[in-house]
C-alpha cells in the first residue's frame, strides 16, 4: 500500500508570495492533518481535515488555510509569505475507524522563504 | 492544555549501550501515546504506541510502558546500534479534543557512536 505523498518536497520562495502544498494520504484514510516544523517551535499543529470539513485548527495566523477534496486529498495555502514561515510541512492521514488511532505522516515539504 | 514533556539532548551512546528517552504528558482523560522517529531529511515514522494504562509498545528493540500514575512514557532499548541516531518525538492524541491532533514534545537528538 502506497504511504503518504506530498508534493512539491522542496520549494523556495520570497516575501510575500503566496505558496499551496499537496497531500495524498493513505488509501482508504479520510483524516488529513498539517504540521509545521521549525527548528525553534518543533511541531506545531496546524489543522485536520476530514470530509472534506476543517475538525480542528491550531493556533496559527489566518494566513494559513486548507481545504480537503472529495478523495481525501488535502491542500494547504500559506499567503503574504514571511521569513517565519521557513520550515518543514507534515502531512499525516488516518483511518478514522474505532480504535484506529495513529496518524501516518508523509516526507514533507521544505519551504525555504527568502 | 495538553503538553508533553521530553529530556533535552542530545544524547549520544557507545554502540550496545541502554537507552531511556524520559517522556512525560499532561492531559485530561486518556490520550494515546505514541513515539516517533525521525532520520535526516526524512518525515516522521511510528516506533511504537500505547493507548491504555499499563499498555507496552514494542518495536524493533524499543519499548515504552503507558504509566498514568506517573503520567509518563519513556522509552528504552537495551542495546543501541550506529542506524538508531536519529530525532525520536514523544507524543500524545487526546480523545477529549474533536478531531485528530497530535501534541509533540520538543523531540531527542540521539546519536550512536560505534
Known amino acids: 500500500k502506497a504511504g503518504v505523498t506530498q508534493t512539491p518536497r522542496y520549494l523556495i520562495k520570497t516575501r510575500g508570495q503566496q505558496v499551496t502544498l499537496s497531500c495524498s494520504p493513505i488509501?482508504?484514510?479520510?483524516?488529513v492533518s498539517w504540521y509545521q516544523q521549525t527548528p525553534g517551535q518543533g511541531l506545531q499543529f496546524l489543522f485536520e481535515?476530514?470530509?472534506?470539513?476543517?475538525?480542528n485548527k491550531g493556533n496559527f495566523p489566518g494566513r494559513f488555510s486548507g481545504r480537503q477534496f472529495s478523495n481525501s486529498r488535502s491542500e494547504m495555502n500559506v499567503s503574504t509569505l514571511e521569513l517565519g514561515d521557513s520550515a518543514l510541512y507534515l502531512c499525516?492521514?488516518?483511518?478514522?475507524?474505532?480504535?484506529?488511532?495513529?496518524?501516518?505522516f508523509g516526507p514533507g515539504t521544505r519551504l525555504t522563504v527568502l | 492544555g495538553d503538553s508533553v514533556t521530553q529530556m533535552e539532548g542530545p544524547v549520544t551512546l557507545s554502540e550496545e549501550a541502554f537507552l531511556t528517552i524520559n517522556c512525560t504528558y499532561t492531559?485530561?482523560?486518556?490520550?494515546?501515546l505514541f513515539w516517533y522517529v525521525q532520520y535526516p531529511g526524512e518525515g516522521l515514522q511510528l516506533l511504537l504506541k500505547?493507548?491504555?494504562?499499563?499498555d507496552k509498545g514494542s518495536n524493533k528493540g524499543f519499548e515504552a510502558t503507558y504509566r498514568k500514575e506517573t503520567t509518563s512514557f519513556h522509552l528504552e532499548k537495551g542495546s543501541v546500534q550506529v542506524s538508531d541516531s536519529a530525532v525520536y518525538f514523544c507524543a500524545l492524541d487526546n480523545p477529549m479534543e474533536y478531531g485528530n491532533k497530535l501534541v509533540f514534545g520538543a523531540g531527542t537528538i540521539l546519536r550512536v557512536k560505534s
Open positions: 481535515y476530514f470530509s472534506e470539513t476543517q475538525r
Open positions: 500505547a493507548t491504555k494504562a499499563d
Open positions: 492531559a485530561t482523560g486518556y490520550p494515546s
Open positions: 488509501s482508504g484514510h479520510r483524516s
Open positions: 499525516a492521514s488516518k483511518r478514522t475507524v474505532l480504535g484506529e488511532d495513529t496518524q501516518y
